[in-house]
């Protein structure tokens, strides 16, 4: 049992957690390095721990440090957050070892994960379907064997790797002898760990993620996600349920998700990844931690998953025992992060001078920033998540457009104006979606103002005129109009 919870993160995440821990009733305590001296989550933390460093490697990943940080608040468990050490099964092992809870599955679970071939050889066992594929390749000539099988393309993928990272696309047999030798070459080199495997390459499918929740006696999903919409492995905008999925779809995948997390003896919130083609689908991986776009799921469930998170490692049952509730309604999140879709989305740095977040009904900002903050290169450029709940998909993305219109976030690039190119845009509005997508729609990126500051510069300029005009006739004399009347968006139109 424990009432004190470290945060071994930053930012929104660590914020989210804070304020789950505050209605659970348990003390918070957030760590920070010298960098984040007056961030957001140091200043909303009931204590606050000094790392010191400035890398993540001297400070959110400094294993000792946190430990050593949760024996002098008395803090009885760690909530990783996501990143940093959420999907180290080292650091849960450590963790267990100093008799503290790790708010997330066991170390095992994450290990088993982890390991992708073994992974996968695991879901076999439990009845999941995966990629038609290998195991561990231990030659050239096994690699060549099972791709004959199976047909090219395919993907070599590094056993270390996931999220993205070690996989190559190997389009004939030609090419193959030279993808093996260079994959298992960047495996090692990557991941300390050379084996590679292989797996038909999908082609165009989608990304659909479900949400499980497991306690002591029971495992339960919460519908799918649909995370289509990324760049380089970074996902842009996410939504609950996904226009693709019906009912039936649905409860087959969950079923899966659950057989899934069962096999594994998992515990507490997590996601099981599909690739779906047409209308087949395949595990890709475990994510053994609270996702990114978690909110998704509760806007349209009604479920707190932080605050499950915390209640299922306090030995409460999941859901205080009640059944899923079903979705309702429709959910989107775009990702706000620091960098300039104008220049290939290059990380951008500066001091958030203005910052307006929107409310409205079914309107949600998660954020990790507030004016005065600097944003440097040190962390993920994540700066917060819009979210939004309407009755369906339609409402859901006018309201969107409506909230994105209104955040204003002045002195760095975001991908703000990219969100709303893309909410525009008719294969996003018909919900013909693939993780090509962004690739596939270039245009998107001309559609960004080239320069915010432009729109700010005509927005004083019509806040003159309109000034002016007042004045002119005479109606300002007892009012001052400080500020905009309407978003930049707006006042300057939206033909960029
Ligand atoms: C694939 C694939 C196509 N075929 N595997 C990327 C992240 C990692 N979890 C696995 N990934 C992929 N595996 C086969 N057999 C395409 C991807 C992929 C991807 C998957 C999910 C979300 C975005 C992606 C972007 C590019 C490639």
Redo the contacts with the bound molecule.
């Keep these: 049992m424990f009432d004190t919870v470290l945060i071994a993160n930053r930012g929104e995440i660590a914020l989210r957690v804070i304020r789950a821990c505050r209605e659970e009733g348990l003390r918070s305590v957030a760590v920070y390095s010298s960098p984040d001296q007056e961030a957001p989550h140091v200043l909303a933390a009931d204590q606050a721990v000094a790392l010191g460093g400035t890398t993540p490697a001297e400070s959110y990943l400094s294993e000792g440090l946190l430990l050593k940080a949760a024996a002098d608040t008395g803090a009885g468990a760690i909530h990783p957050g996501y990143g940093f050490l959420a999907e180290s099964a080292k650091f849960a092992r450590s963790v267990e070892d100093a008799n503290l809870t790790f708010i997330g599955p066991p170390s095992a679970a994450i290990e088993e994960m982890g390991d992708k071939p073994r992974a996968r050889a695991r879901m076999v066992t439990a009845g999941v379907p995966v ?1 038609p ?1 290998s195991g561990e390749l231990s030659s050239i000539a096994s690699a060549r064997e099972v791709a004959e099988e199976i047909g090219f393309p395919i ?1 070599i ?1 590094a056993a270390g ?4 990272k070690g ?1 190559h696309v190997v389009q004939n047999p030609a090419d193959l002898k030279a993808a093996f030798e260079r994959a298992q070459r960047e495996a090692e080199g990557a991941f300390g760990d050379g084996r590679i495997y292989l ?4 082609l165009r ?1 989608r ?1 659909i993620e479900i949400q499980i929740l497991a306690d002591e006696n029971r495992i339960l999903h919460l519908g799918e996600r649909e ?2 919409i ?1 760049r380089r ?1 970074q996902k842009l905008i996410e939504e609950a349920p996904s226009p693709c999925v019906d009912e039936v779809l649905r409860e087959r995948l969950g079923a899966v998700a659950v057989q899934a997390a069962e096999a594994v003896g998992y515990l507490g919130a997590g996601t099981v ?1 599909f ?1 779906l083609e047409g209308s087949d689908f ?1 595990f ?2 475990m994510n053994t931690r609270i996702q990114v776009e978690h909110p998704v799921t509760e806007m349209i469930t009604g479920v707190d998953l932080v605050r499950e998170q915390l209640r299922i490692a306090l030995g409460y049952p999941a859901l205080n025992g009640l059944d899923a509730p079903s979705p309702r309604g429709h959910a989107l999140e775009c990702r706000i992060s620091a960098e300039d879709p104008q220049k290939d989305f290059l990380p951008s740095v500066g001091r958030v001078e203005s910052l307006e977040i929107p409310t409205g009904p079914g309107i949600r900002w998660d954020g990790g920033i507030r004016v005065g903050f600097e944003v440097g290169l040190h962390y993920d450029p994540l700066l917060g998540k819009l979210i939004v709940h309407a009755e369906n998909r339609a409402q859901a993305i006018e309201r969107m457009r409506v909230a994105l219109e209104e955040l204003w976030i002045d002195g760095l690039a975001t991908t703000q104006a990219y969100h709303l190119s893309v909410l525009g845009e008719e294969d996003f509005q018909a919900g013909a979606l693939s ?1 090509e997508y962004v690739q596939e729609h270039p245009e998107l990126l001309r559609l960004v103002p080239p320069d915010l500051q432009k729109v700010a510069i005509a927005t004083a300029v019509l806040c003159e005129n309109h000034l002016d005009h007042e004045a002119s006739l005479g109606v300002s004399d007892n009012k001052k109009v400080v500020g905009r009347q309407l978003s930049p968006w707006v006042q300057a139109g939206r033909e960029w």
Excluded: Y
């Excluded at 790797?161 to 993205?164: L, R, Y």
């Design positions: 990629v594929g993907m993928k790797g996931g999220g993205g996989m797996e038909r390459f999908l499918p990304h995370c289509s990324q492995h990844e690739l395949f890709l991986e993780i």
